[in-house]
């Protein structure tokens, strides 16, 4: 990763020098350096430690302060969470979708109850599965 993170970098020191616009260095920043970082995040999330994700989210604000993203850029850790709810959302979604099997079964009560978190089984809390993961974070952990 600090090969690829030097490299990056100074490619986008170079688009600067050659009059890219802040607007535009960010976006090619996004696209591409973050774009990596990003790459399957949601299937190795879950194995970091604290001390990798302390050394993703400085790379973030590197990025900063040398004005690759704006000010008020997300953090790594926000990037990585949405990243991962549009992935859950996809799953959940689409019937077709290669993990959708993955998903918990749903529960037959035999009632007519009104939707809602009770409907699934769910399987204990796993920090390091991806489904289980979001699973626990969107049923148990929401914000009301």
Not at 39 to 46: H, I, Q, T
Not at 82 to 99: C, E, N, P, S, Y
Request: proline letters at 3%; glycine letters at 4%.
């Amino acid at each position: 990763m600090k090969f690829f993170a030097s490299s990056s970098i100074s490619a986008l020191y170079i688009l600067r020098s050659h009059g890219l616009g802040s607007h535009k260095l960010h976006e090619v920043a996004r696209m591409t350096s973050l774009a990596v970082l990003l790459y399957a995040s949601s299937s190795w999330w879950g194995f970091t430690s604290a001390q990798d994700r302390q050394r993703l989210e400085n790379m973030v604000r590197r990025m900063i302060r040398w004005g690759f993203r704006a000010d008020d850029a997300p953090t790594f850790e926000y990037l990585v969470s949405a990243a991962d709810q549009r992935l859950f959302k996809a799953i959940k979604t689409g019937q077709r979708h290669v993990l959708h099997r993955y998903l918990p079964n749903v529960k037959h009560t035999g009632y007519n109850l009104r939707p809602g978190p009770t409907t699934t089984s769910y399987p204990d809390k796993d920090d390091h599965n991806f489904i289980k993961r979001l699973l626990y974070k969107n049923i148990y952990c929401k914000k009301t």
